[in-house]
């Protein structure tokens, strides 16, 4: 299958700094990336989806302000976390899928769990 | 609104002992149904698509199948490595192009030697 990769896999920041979180397809390029968020016993939740070259699509919730997606390239989207704070805690994941397979498998990266403190 | 429901929230088996896990879903068309295993720590790992009632598929221990409301994945014979948690999700078809997955809340399942 392809692969996505994410990084870092861990980070710890300090309550009112800011985060990136890097999404890269490795193998095939990607116009649509998606993030999600995961807290502990639940489900995924679909924050985002981000379009190479336009603005990211959010879900209803989801502050866009404080969640800044960036697809400047067709390999790589970037989720920073503005202003962090403890509630912002979570596992963060992003996943794409192969252009021309919408309706296909997404592929997953590793996920970073983000710690603030 | 798309809902997918799992059930049971977790599942402990011992090595060998076959089960069924549950995945209840509603969604305005359906345009694919998605198992994932997650291991702890880690991103989903893809299993299996669906697209339409009356498929299956079948990988190793693993069998699932489709029904217009519901999936259930089958595991056979399962052994320890088989531990994880495993996730349902689904893709509705919303007039555009990619479209992200609604999840379910997951099966925890832990295999006892």
């Known amino acids: 299958g392809a692969v996505v990769s994410q990084h870092p896999s861990r980070v710890i920041c300090k309550s009112g700094t800011s985060v990136k979180i890097e999404c890269r397809s490795l193998?095939?390029?990607?116009?649509?990336m998606f993030w999600y968020r995961q807290f502990p016993k639940q489900s995924l939740m679909l924050m985002a989806t981000?379009?190479?070259?336009?603005?990211?699509?959010?879900e209803q919730g989801v502050e866009k302000d404080k969640f800044l997606i960036n697809h400047a390239s067709l390999t790589l989207s970037t989720l920073t976390v503005t202003s962090a704070h403890p509630e912002d805690s979570s596992f963060y994941i992003c996943?794409?899928?192969?252009?021309?397979?919408?309706?296909?498998?997404?592929?997953f990266g590793q996920g970073t769990r983000l710690t603030v403190v | 609104e798309d809902q997918v429901t799992q059930s049971p929230e977790a599942l402990r088996l011992q090595e060998g002992e076959s089960s069924s896990l549950n995945c209840s879903y509603t969604?305005?068309?359906?345009?694919?149904l998605f198992w994932y295993r997650q291991d702890p720590g880690k991103g989903p790992e893809f299993l299996f698509t669906?697209?339409?009632a009356g498929e299956e598929k079948e990988k190793e221990r693993l069998k699932a199948t489709l029904t217009k409301k519901e999936s259930f994945l089958h595991i056979t014979a399962p052994k320890p490595e088989d531990s994880a948690t495993y996730l349902c999700?689904?893709?509705?078809?919303?007039?555009?192009?990619?479209?992200?997955?609604?999840f379910g809340k997951g099966t925890h399942l832990i295999i006892q030697p």
């Open positions: 996943s794409a899928r192969v252009p021309g397979r919408e309706n296909t498998e997404a592929f």
């Open positions: 193998d095939f390029q990607a116009t649509t």
């Open positions: 981000s379009n190479e070259g336009s603005k990211a699509t959010y």
């Open positions: 969604v305005s068309g359906l345009r694919g």
């Open positions: 669906l697209y339409s």
């Open positions: 999700a689904v893709q509705a078809y919303s007039g555009g192009g990619a479209d992200g997955l609604t």
